[in-house]
């Protein structure tokens, strides 16, 4: 019984059935002649048995070939149907942006504006773990985040692009003792703890992160609490809880705290796009020229002149990118 006949052979094979000439098949298919006999035979061989009865005056179908010929056209048949269903409309394209605030928001932002024909629909979430997860079981399309914090086999079914070396900060209470400066060393934190969503199953990779920057510094990581959902929830659990928090440069504002950057060393967040190995759409290319164009104009993946942190494996992944 053959298997996985290509749609291209079966199209010889009809229009050699309708013409019964090799030469006008041919140039029906738009293909050489020697072409099109090539692909009959490998067809032949599939099946196991002549299709056509050939001599030097005229074509006709075996028997073989006339049992053959309306499977050939019904499977023909469905196959353009597939190809018509395919080049309709693109589904929506689902884009993990995590916040408003965060630089995957203005690289889809932009992706709107310069292809407003795609619909690209953002949603939410609180990491790339969990993200991953969702792009490889096809509920997702695109996220951004640290792929060096991913599992192996989870990072093997994904494909991505740098788009930034994030400077990291701190966000402290004003009253706290550094908040009055303008930036951080990050030796001053020695004895904090720090909030850096532990506990969160859908963030490890940022907690890793941490962990890896607190590591002989004397900064604890705050306890494990469960994962809070959205901005507004977010600032009611850390104000009520008193932590100061590891974040980024690019963050929400909480009433009562201040954003400092952290210096000596600039420590760096890599954020790349991540998207479903194999994923063709429209808006995914939308996207990725939108990264492009912001990392370039932006210096985004540019290092700080001063010293930097930013652990080897990330490095790493981020110069494997696509």
Same mark, same amino acid.
């Given at each position: ?16 059935? /309708? ?18 006999? &090539?692909?009959?035979?490998? %067809? ?7 299709? *056509? ?13 006339? $049992? %053959?010929? #309306? ?7 469905? =196959? ?8 309709? !409309?693109? $589904? ?23 292809? +407003? ?16 997860? !969702? ?5 997702? /399309?695109?996220? *951004? ?29 004003? !009253? =706290? ?7 951080? +060393? ?14 969160? #199953? ?8 941490? !962990?890896?920057? *607190? ?30 928090? %590891? ?33 063709? =759409? ?5 996207? &990725? ?13 540019? &290092? ?6 930013? #652990? ?11």
């Amino acid at each position: 019984m053959p298997h996985d006949i290509e749609p291209r052979l079966l199209r010889a094979f009809v229009a050699v059935a /309708d013409e019964l000439h090799f030469t006008r098949a041919a140039a029906r298919l738009f293909v050489a002649q020697q072409a099109l006999s &090539r692909d009959i035979r490998r %067809l032949e061989q599939r099946v196991g048995g002549e299709l *056509f009865a050939r001599t030097t005056r005229q074509v006709t179908l075996t028997a073989e070939g006339t $049992r %053959l010929l #309306p499977y050939a056209r019904a499977v023909l048949a469905a =196959h353009d149907e597939l190809s018509a269903a395919c080049a309709r !409309e693109e $589904r929506p394209l689902l884009v993990d942006v995590g916040s408003k605030f965060a630089v995957a928001y203005r690289i889809l932002t932009t992706a709107r504006e310069a292809a +407003p024909e795609q619909e690209l629909v953002a949603r939410y979430l609180s990491g790339l773990t969990g993200a991953a997860g !969702e792009i490889v079981a096809g509920r997702l /399309d695109v996220s *951004f985040g640290r792929v060096a914090g991913l599992d192996a086999a989870v990072r093997a079914r994904l494909d991505h692009l740098p788009v930034r070396y994030e400077p990291m900060a701190v966000l402290l209470p004003e !009253e =706290h003792r550094l908040a009055e400066l303008p930036e951080v +060393p990050l030796g001053e934190l020695a004895g904090e703890t720090l909030y850096a969503a532990a506990g969160n #199953p859908m963030t490890v990779e940022w907690t890793d992160l941490a !962990e890896r920057l *607190f590591e002989g510094r004397g900064i604890r990581v705050a306890e494990p609490f469960p994962e809070i959902e959205g901005d507004e929830e977010f600032i009611r659990v850390i104000l009520k809880r008193g932590w100061s928090v %590891l974040a980024s440069v690019d963050f929400i504002d909480v009433p009562g705290m201040v954003l400092r950057p952290l210096v000596d060393p600039v420590p760096l967040s890599p954020v790349a796009m991540v998207w479903r190995k194999g994923l063709r =759409h429209p808006g995914l290319d939308a996207l &990725r020229r939108a990264a492009r164009e912001l990392t370039a104009s932006r210096g985004w993946l540019e &290092r700080p002149a001063r010293d930097a942190w930013l #652990p080897p494996d990330d490095a790493v992944a981020m110069a494997a990118g696509a």
